[in-house]
């Protein structure tokens, strides 16, 4: 569980990401493919700028943050049909999301 302050974080940088997803965070071998790191921790995220959906994969620390990129990277397929399901079952034209 995250304390008030990093959730405050979080919370500030999905509004950065609503503003301009594909120039924050840094890319993890795929531009698409980011992080954002605060006191110690890693937000990953995936960007999806042809439907303008920004998803939210999870948080890790230093530690398992390699396993985490692996995760995400072998993940990157269903990642892919979850968001484009979504977005096909609310609405007809996407707008920008968080997921």
């Given at each position: 569980m995250l304390?008030?302050?990093n959730q405050n974080r979080i919370e500030r940088f999905i509004l950065?990401?609503?503003e301009s997803a594909d120039h924050v965070g840094k890319p993890l071998g795929f531009?698409?493919?980011r992080e954002k790191k605060f006191e110690g921790n890693r937000l990953y995220f995936v960007v999806y700028p042809d439907w303008n959906v920004v998803l939210l994969w999870g948080i890790s620390d230093k530690k398992q943050q390699?396993?985490?990129i692996q995760k995400?990277?072998?993940s990157l397929p269903v990642l892919r049909e979850y968001?484009?399901?979504k977005i096909n079952v609310?609405?007809?034209e996407p707008e920008a999301s968080i997921l």
């Open positions: 304390d008030t302050l950065q990401l609503v531009p698409f493919v390699a396993t985490s995400i990277k072998q968001v484009r399901q609310g609405f007809e």
